[in-house]
């Protein structure tokens, strides 16, 4: 079943969930990212936030486990018909996880202009020479996604903001 569109308050609806999510990884002491993957029909396959301190696992992005958990939940690799919504702009792991899973969709917020694979310091998900492409869709509540790792990286807490 091919993707759905997803309207604009669809993209900020399920980026609310990825911030929520987000605002989760603050008691492990993971940087707050957030990650909803989306089925065909826009309902929720899974969720994620950042893990790595907690489960000291350096791939525990909130990417890579959402990943992990849609395909768990599919019985498949192979997520064709999904939507990834993520609070910060995927990296080049995360970016390689997108790719080999066959997403064809990712909504971010913040961009990374240290680290983003999605447009900002490289653009992995639309490299032509590649054999897969992914429709990219960035800055969705930017604002909010960038004031809460603001937040963290200065020490506030979550309710700070």
């Given at each position: 079943?091919?993707?759905?569109?997803?309207?604009?308050?669809?993209r900020?609806?399920?980026?609310?969930a990825?911030?929520?999510?987000?605002?989760?990884?603050?008691?492990?002491?993971?940087?707050?990212v957030?990650?909803?993957?989306?089925?065909?029909?826009?309902?929720?396959?899974?969720l994620?936030?950042?893990?790595?301190?907690?489960?000291?696992d350096?791939?525990?992005?909130?990417?890579v486990?959402?990943?992990?958990?849609?395909?768990?939940?599919?019985?498949?690799?192979r997520?064709?018909?999904?939507?990834?919504?993520?609070?910060?702009?995927?990296?080049?792991?995360?970016?390689?996880?997108?790719?080999?899973?066959?997403?064809?969709?990712?909504?971010?917020?913040?961009?990374?202009?240290?680290?983003?694979?999605?447009?900002?310091?490289?653009?992995?998900?639309?490299?032509?020479?590649?054999?897969?492409?992914?429709?990219?869709?960035?800055?969705?509540?930017?604002?909010?996604?960038?004031?809460?790792?603001t937040?963290?990286?200065?020490?506030?807490?979550?309710?700070?903001?």
């Amino acid at each position: 079943m091919p993707h759905l569109p997803l309207s604009a308050d669809d993209r900020a609806a399920a980026m609310r969930a990825a911030l929520a999510e987000a605002e989760l990884a603050h008691s492990s002491g993971d940087v707050p990212v957030g990650a909803v993957l989306l089925d065909a029909d826009g309902s929720v396959l899974a969720l994620a936030r950042n893990e790595r301190e907690k489960l000291h696992d350096p791939t525990a992005h909130a990417e890579v486990l959402a990943i992990r958990r849609g395909a768990e939940a599919r019985g498949d690799w192979r997520l064709t018909d999904t939507t990834l919504v993520v609070t910060l702009e995927p990296c080049v792991l995360c970016a390689g996880a997108i790719l080999a899973a066959r997403i064809p969709r990712v909504v971010f917020g913040a961009w990374d202009e240290k680290a983003g694979a999605a447009g900002s310091v490289h653009d992995l998900l639309r490299d032509r020479r590649l054999n897969h492409r992914v429709e990219v869709i960035g800055g969705v509540l930017e604002a909010e996604s960038g004031a809460l790792l603001t937040a963290f990286f200065r020490g506030a807490e979550p309710t700070e903001l």
